[in-house]
Nanobody
Framework: QVQLVESGGGSVQAGGSLRLSCAVF????????VGWFRQAPGKEREGVAN????????YYADSVKGRFTISQDSAKKTVYLQIDRLTPEDTAMYYC????????????????????WGQGTQVTVSS
């Protein structure tokens, strides 16, 4: 059974950092992409970063480049999202997700083909 379990969210002040974790269970971790999404109140969900664990290939949305870093630990089957210099605009529910297709080792898009989801972890940034 495929499961993705997020953790690491919390309430922080602007300028701080958080590291979110996404533990993956139930499938061959190295050959499927894992992505991080966020959804702020009243806004559409957006994909912010993804990674192909087998090669470490990464992709970032323009809106988060330079502040977000996605990484992974194959031994722990866990994908991380480091968020630095947090702003109130980063306040959102953060989700990790995976598509059901086997990746090509390079590009983990499109976002709308991510079908297996975690329950989310809340990030709240105060000014």
């Amino acid at each position: 059974q495929v499961q993705l379990v997020e953790s690491g969210g919390g309430s922080v002040q602007a300028g701080g950092s958080l590291r979110l974790s996404c533990a993956v269970f139930g499938y061959n971790y190295s050959i499927r992409c894992v992505g991080w999404f966020r959804q702020a109140p009243g806004k559409e969900r957006e994909g912010v970063a993804n990674i192909y664990p087998g090669t470490g290939s990464t992709y970032y949305a323009d809106s988060v480049k330079g502040r977000f870093t996605i990484s992974q630990d194959s031994a722990k089957k866990t994908v991380y999202l480091q968020i630095d210099r947090l702003t109130p605009e980063d306040t959102a529910m953060y989700y990790c997700a995976a598509p059901r297709w086997v990746g090509n080792g390079r590009l983990c898009l499109p976002w709308n083909e991510y079908n297996d989801w975690g329950q989310g972890t809340q990030v709240t940034v105060s000014s």
